[in-house]
């Protein structure tokens, strides 16, 4: 169906050279969208485009290596290229994102500060500027990855789950405010999503506790693929009518 087609769109996705940015990076192309990739690890940008071209038929892309922990001047320079190459954005997909485990009584200000710059700051950085009417079409759709410690608790990740809470907040804000411009502003909050990083952590714990991480999911743990649709589907026309809101995508945790 032709609403749920990325055809015709430009989407800005960080993250893009690993886990869930990866993922939806390769799955836009193959719903027809032009992507902006924007990831730290240049080689592994490389392999992402290779994965588009061995589609065939994807649409176009271009990537950038960008740090955004430390490089947030840089994000102007990389969405006018991008915008003078590909044309206006429809939209962007900030899947960039640092997670640290660490009891409180362990966590400096700097650690607050490195999640924050990342998880938070860039994202919102990346909306002021995307949003800007020489760089945005006239419909658009942002959407944030954010996770389920944002609406639970989980021993070990007050600094992370602060920032995923605050993106849930932002955005109901920024709903309303770029609305007028119409511009879509959506949160997806994923439980625990089978990445390769994640799949090496579980690797490494006793099966007793990969069993009860596992358990907490009625329908099993999840896929990047499983975000990467939700966000096809809230960057398509299907969702043009959806905005402030935060999809939670977890097989069933939060329902228990």
């Not at 990866?22 to 994965?51: F, N, P, Q, S, Y």
């Not at 809470?165 to 999503?193: C, D, F, H, Y």
Request: net charge neutral; hydrophobic share 45%.
């Amino acid at each position: 169906m032709e609403q749920f087609t990325l055809k015709g769109k430009n989407i800005v996705i960080t993250g893009a050279s690993s886990g869930i940015g990866k993922v939806c990076a390769v799955e836009c192309a193959k719903m027809g969208a032009t992507v902006i990739l924007l990831g730290r690890d240049t080689k592994r940008l490389k392999e992402v485009e290779g994965e588009i071209d061995a589609l065939g038929t994807a649409g176009d892309y271009s990537s950038f290596s960008i740090d955004l922990s430390e490089n947030l001047e840089g994000l102007t320079d990389i969405i006018d290229e991008a915008v003078q190459k590909h044309g206006k954005l429809s939209g962007f997909i900030h899947a960039a994102g640092i997670e640290k485990t660490m009891p409180i009584a362990s966590m400096k200000a700097k650690d607050y500060e490195n999640l924050f710059s990342v998880n938070v700051v860039s994202g919102l950085e990346l909306a002021k500027i995307a949003s800007k009417k020489k760089y945005v079409a006239d419909k658009a759709s942002f959407v944030y990855i954010s996770s389920i410690t944002a609406v639970i608790g989980r021993v070990g990740v007050v600094g992370y789950a602060a920032t995923k809470g605050a993106i849930v907040a932002g955005a109901r804000s920024m709903a309303l405010e770029l609305a007028q411009k119409g511009i879509n502003v959506n949160v997806i909050s994923p439980g625990t999503i089978l990445t390769p990083m994640m799949v090496k952590y579980l690797d490494s714990i006793p099966e007793e506790e990969k069993a009860k991480r596992k358990e907490g999911f009625p329908l099993g743990l999840g896929a990047p693929e499983d975000v990467a649709n939700t966000a096809i589907f809230l960057l398509s026309d299907a969702a043009k009518w959806i905005t402030g809101q935060n999809i939670i995508v977890d097989g069933g945790y939060t329902a228990r």
